[in-house]
């Protein structure tokens, strides 16, 4: 009865310490995609450049296509919230 009392607690505390490498190791996977994920979009996710050249574009539009354009994307975007659910 002690030997199966004492190899139960041998597996039970093997399967505790396995559980507590596996959680540390896919911590410290989550850490090194972090760093992946950081690195790779880093450069690619400054927005100012962006918004800036379509500044650009948009001074080469005519005042009257860019009000036209604009009242039509408001208009656009109220007729969008009407199909939006509800939010709590």
């Known amino acids: 009865m002690k030997t199966i009392v004492q190899i139960l607690a041998g597996v039970l505390i093997l399967l505790h310490l396995s ?3 596996t959680k540390r190791r896919e911590a410290e ?7 992946i994920v950081e690195q790779e979009l880093g450069t ?3 927005l100012r450049e962006d918004r800036d050249s379509l ?15 604009d009242e039509l994307a408001l ?3 109220l007729m ?9």
């Open 44 to 46: 690619e996710m400054s």
């Open 75 to 77: 208009f656009l975007n």
């Open 29 to 35: 996977v989550r850490a090194d995609d972090r760093k």
């Open 80 to 88: 969008r919230q009407g199909n939006e659910n509800p939010q709590m």
């Open 55 to 69: 500044k650009d574009y948009r001074r080469e539009v005519p005042e009257d296509t860019q009000k036209q354009n």
């Open 19 to 21: 559980g507590c490498v």
